[in-house]
């Protein structure tokens, strides 16, 4: 079943408009008027936002535009680089792959790579890898963005080199994708490509890639950035300041993020911040967990494995007091009001510049936001805004878990 937005389901509140389209089911129109408002206030260029309660769609909004230097406008099929979001992905094709008994999270990751076991790093165990304790945040050899389609060389280069000392974990912004993508591959043989499309995507009628096809091209929105991004907080920790370098600038793509406008990166695999995907596509996707792992009569995922990807592995801080929280490769939420929105819990995983998608275990509801402005600067509410907006709605309309 795919749920585009061209099939109206039926109920629902009809929101075409001149700069919001799509749709709500009752009662969810205080979601539609925040996201306008949010459109109205300049707050956006283009934007997605869906939702999900106890397996149905509920919202479904687009708006403004898909690029704003031609005007392009935002379709209901328009797709956009969720950044890390990618990595929520990835984080349940390996729990599937882990529900299935192929895969132990208290192994260690070199049982099933054994490369990655050079220079000490063989006792990291995969649970510790997606949980962003496994020393390699950034590559030491020089990374272009041309090298980003060779998966074996960069997935070799992590395996190879020594980990960084690190007196805390590190968040692996772009090197957790080759660790979960060269995971995937060894365990079960498919590239994350493959194994998306195969296996999620396809049965449940996603519009999600890593690794975009070329005739798609077009329906992707053109990024744009809104303020400055601040500077690394300084260290006196020469390892961590070296770090900090790297992971901006080897390879370039966080420190330059217009590079994931290009045909070249869309085309990789970056499976830890290149996906691909319309915001009703991720919004499904959670409801699987949203739903204790079962979905429109099928069994996807055990309760265990539900119970595994909203189980806390780590918590840290950051030197600048900046707090994460991690299961196997999921973000959860710090505290109510977090970036999950008003609940005490929350389940996914977030992307640079705003996007962010998961759900809120026990309620059944999960959701996507995805936005083609990129705000950098510390003051991005818009999620946070319409997640407010959707517990609400959800809490009106009593709809059950």
């Known amino acids: 079943m795919s749920l585009r937005s061209d099939a109206t389901p039926p109920g629902d509140t009809s929101l075409d408009g001149p700069q919001v389209g799509g749709w709500v089911a009752p009662g969810y129109e205080g979601v539609r008027e925040a996201f306008a408002a949010q459109l109205a206030a300049g707050a956006e260029a283009g934007a997605s936002f869906a939702a999900t309660a106890g397996g149905r769609p509920v919202v479904d909004l687009h708006g403004g535009v898909a690029d704003s230097a031609t005007g392009r406008p935002w379709e209901a099929d328009t797709a956009t680089v969720v950044f890390s979001g990618t990595k929520g992905v990835m984080s349940l094709c390996l729990l599937l792959l882990a529900d299935r008994g192929l895969l132990d999270y208290d ?20 649970r510790e890898a997606l949980s962003h304790q496994a020393g390699v945040p950034a590559f030491r050899d020089p990374v272009g963005v041309g090298d980003l389609a060779d998966h074996d060389r960069l997935a070799g280069l992590l395996a190879a080199q020594e ?6 974990p590190y968040y692996h912004a772009l090197t957790h994708g080759w660790i979960t993508g060269e995971l995937l591959r060894r365990v079960d043989g498919r590239d994350a490509a493959t194994f998306i499309a195969e296996e999620l995507s396809g049965p449940l009628g996603l519009d999600l890639w890593v690794g975009l096809p070329e005739e ?11 303020g400055d991004k601040p500077a690394a907080p300084p260290t006196d920790d020469p390892v961590r300041a070296e770090v900090d370098r790297l992971v901006e600038t080897n390879p370039p793509l966080l420190g330059e993020p217009f590079l994931f406008n290009e045909r070249a990166v869309h085309a990789a695999q970056v499976a830890g911040a290149g996906g691909i995907a319309t915001a009703r596509s991720v919004a499904r996707l959670y409801s699987v967990l949203a739903c204790d792992g079962e979905l429109e009569g ?69 959701f996507s936001y995805c936005p083609n402005r990129l705000v950098v600067d510390g003051t991005d509410q818009r999620a946070v805004t319409l997640l407010a907006a959707l517990h609400s709605a959800w809490r009106g309309t009593g709809t059950p878990a």
Do not use: C, M
């Not at 798609?216 to 809104?226: G, T």
């Not at 600048?320 to 929350?346: C, K």
């Open 107 to 126: 192994r260690p990751l070199a049982s099933y790579w054994p490369e990655f076991g050079a220079h000490g790093k063989g006792a990291t165990t995969v």
């Open 163 to 168: 980990p960084f000392a690190l007196d805390r």
């Open 216 to 226: 798609l091209e077009p329906r992707v929105s053109v990024l744009e950035l809104r």
């Open 298 to 366: 099928r069994r996807w995922l055990s309760e265990d494995a539900v119970r595994t990807a909203r189980t806390e592995v780590v918590q840290w801080a950051n030197p600048d007091g900046w707090p994460n929280r991690y299961s196997v490769g999921f973000q959860l939420q710090i505290s109510s009001g977090g970036a999950f929105g008003p609940l005490a819990e929350g389940v996914g995983h977030g992307g640079f510049g705003g996007s962010q998608h998961g759900y809120w275990p026990g309620t059944g509801v999960s």
